[in-house]
């Protein structure tokens, strides 16, 4: 989902080298040279790693969907550009989550080597986010293997970690990792939770204070987040949740959900029932993390575009609102897609879902 919350924009040249894309996301672009990231974090180190504080940083983001978690970047229509950073800092986001989908990149035998290319894209992106004073956080996403077979996939997970987390362990603290996006299907809390524990200690060998984003089962519903348990001494983690309720709302007509046709048309117009049913879901998080003791990040919320306009910017502020008064961060799904609140087409914002994300007086 997308979106970030407003923090300190450095003030930064852009120059685009790049040709206009008036085809959409999807148009191939020359990759622009990287950008060095900074070597210090502009903040003191206790309060970086402090997680409630950088939570707090996190604030209002986006996500940059449907690029690098894509089979093949572009191959959804979506090619990340440098402009896209600019925009998103300029908007006012705090932050970008940037999905991932490593299983595509990395051999499937052991020691399961993750493509330098691929690698040096990531960085490229990373570094485009640092360099303009937006949070980073990095996941593995799509590894749909997992899902269905967790046993089999378990060495490979812990691979990909120990390099990804050995890569970046001198990135400043604004870059956070996120073990696995939406754990789903066989991957069940008996089996997730002591596979979440072993993916922490690989990455604790390299990053010992690094904040890291960890979710629960279930697609990272909320009504799984009982089911959660994480290390009891591990207090550097931020404790993520989705949030796509109700779903023949924010789903309807989607191609990728079964029976989602006869949805079109769903309006959500904010009344009393509809608005008590989001506050009680979000007071059962709220509740989990005062008696747990751990910050919460709305990783993802959005609407799909077959979703009248209208209604969609109206859940999305309820949405937005909702996780701020309890002192959630939250990052919008997603950028410049299907849910998308930039329309790269007309490189314009789509400005009901920016207004509904960033009003002008929050």
Do not use: K, M
């Given at each position: 989902m997308l979106k970030t919350h407003k923090g300190t924009i450095l003030m930064t040249i852009l120059t685009l080298s790049?040709?206009?894309?008036?085809?959409?996301?999807?148009r191939a672009t020359a990759t622009p040279s990287p950008v060095p990231i900074p070597t210090s974090t502009s903040i003191p180190a206790s309060q970086a790693a402090d997680p409630f504080e950088q939570n707090r940083r996190l604030g209002r983001g986006v996500n940059l969907g449907n690029a690098l978690e894509a089979p093949s970047e572009g191959e959804?229509?979506?090619?990340?550009r440098e402009e896209y950073f600019q925009l998103i800092a300029d908007a006012g986001f705090d932050a970008v989550r940037i999905p991932i989908r490593w299983s595509a990149h990395a051999a499937s035998a052991p020691p399961y080597t993750i493509d330098p290319s691929f690698f040096e894209r990531v960085d490229w992106a990373v570094n485009q986010a640092l360099s303009r004073g937006l949070l980073a956080v990095v996941n593995v996403h799509h590894y749909e293997e997992i899902f269905q077979n967790p046993a089999q996939h378990r060495e490979r997970l812990l691979a990909l970690w120990e390099q990804i987390a050995g890569h970046y362990q001198d990135y400043p603290p604004d870059l956070l990792f996120e073990i696995l996006n939406e754990p789903n299907t066989a991957l069940t809390a008996n089996v997730w939770n002591p596979l979440l524990a072993d993916a922490l200690r690989v990455v604790r060998r390299t990053n010992p204070d690094r904040n890291v984003v960890v979710s629960s089962t279930e697609w990272s519903g909320v009504h799984a987040l009982g089911y959660l348990?994480?290390?009891?001494?591990?207090?550097?983690?931020?404790v993520t949740v989705h949030y796509y309720l109700?779903?023949?709302?924010?789903?309807q007509g989607a191609e990728w959900v079964s029976g989602s046709e006869p949805w079109l048309g769903t309006t959500w117009s904010g009344t009393p029932a509809e608005k008590q049913a989001v506050a009680d879901d979000f007071e059962r998080v709220a509740a989990w993390a005062e008696e747990h003791d751990r910050p919460v990040y709305l990783g993802e919320f959005g609407a799909y575009s077959k979703?009248?306009?209208?209604?969609r910017a109206l859940w999305t502020d309820f949405i937005a609102r909702q996780a701020e008064q309890r002192g959630f961060s939250w990052a919008y799904w997603e950028f410049c897609a299907g849910f998308g609140v930039y329309n790269p087409s007309t490189r314009?914002?789509?400005e009901p879902l920016?207004?509904?994300?960033?009003?002008?007086?929050?």
């Open positions: 790049l040709a206009l894309c008036t085809g959409g996301c999807s959804w229509g979506v090619t990340l348990q994480l290390p009891d001494d591990d207090r550097h983690l931020i109700p779903f023949q709302f924010t789903h979703a009248d306009l209208e209604s314009q914002w789509n920016l207004t509904a994300l960033l009003p002008p007086n929050p």
